[in-house]
C-alpha cells in the first residue's frame, strides 16, 4: 500500500524559513519522480516542484525559483522541500506528490498523494 506521510507546515512570519518532509512508502522511491503542490480555497491546486527520480533534474514554478528548493534522500525515502525568505502569497496547504510522469505541472499525472500540511506566512 502506498502511503505519504507530511511533516513540517507551521506558522512563520514574511522572511522566514520552513522545511517540508514527505516520506514515501509503498513503492520504489529512488525510481519515483515526487514533487510539492500547494491549495489555497477558492483556487485550483497548483503545482510547486518535483525533483526527478535520481535527483539530477529539478524543476520549479516561477514564483518559488530562487527560494524554495526540492531534494531527496533515497536512504530515507523522503523527498524535502526547502522554502526560503516565505511570502504571504505562499500561505497554501502544501501536498507531497509520489510517481509523477509526463506533463509534471499537471495534477492528473500524479497517482499518489499525501494529507496536505498547512504553511501559513504572516506578514
Known amino acids: 500500500q502506498v502511503q505519504l506521510v507530511e511533516s513540517g507546515g507551521g506558522l512563520v512570519q514574511a522572511g522566514g524559513s520552513l522545511r517540508l518532509s514527505c516520506t514515501f512508502f509503498?513503492?520504489?522511491?529512488?525510481?519515483?519522480?515526487m514533487g510539492w503542490f500547494r491549495h489555497v480555497p477558492g483556487k485550483e491546486r497548483e503545482f510547486v516542484a518535483a525533483i526527478v527520480k535520481n535527483g539530477a533534474v529539478t524543476y520549479y514554478t516561477d514564483a518559488v525559483k530562487g527560494r524554495f528548493t526540492i531534494s531527496k534522500d533515497n536512504a530515507k525515502n523522503t523527498v524535502y522541500l526547502q522554502m526560503n525568505d516565505l511570502k504571504p502569497e505562499d500561505t497554501a496547504v502544501y501536498y507531497c506528490a509520489a510517481d509523477g510522469s509526463g506533463n509534471l505541472v499537471s495534477r492528473s499525472r500524479w497517482p499518489y498523494w499525501g494529507q496536505g500540511t498547512q504553511v501559513t506566512v504572516s506578514s
Open positions: 509503498g513503492l520504489s522511491f529512488s525510481s519515483s519522480t
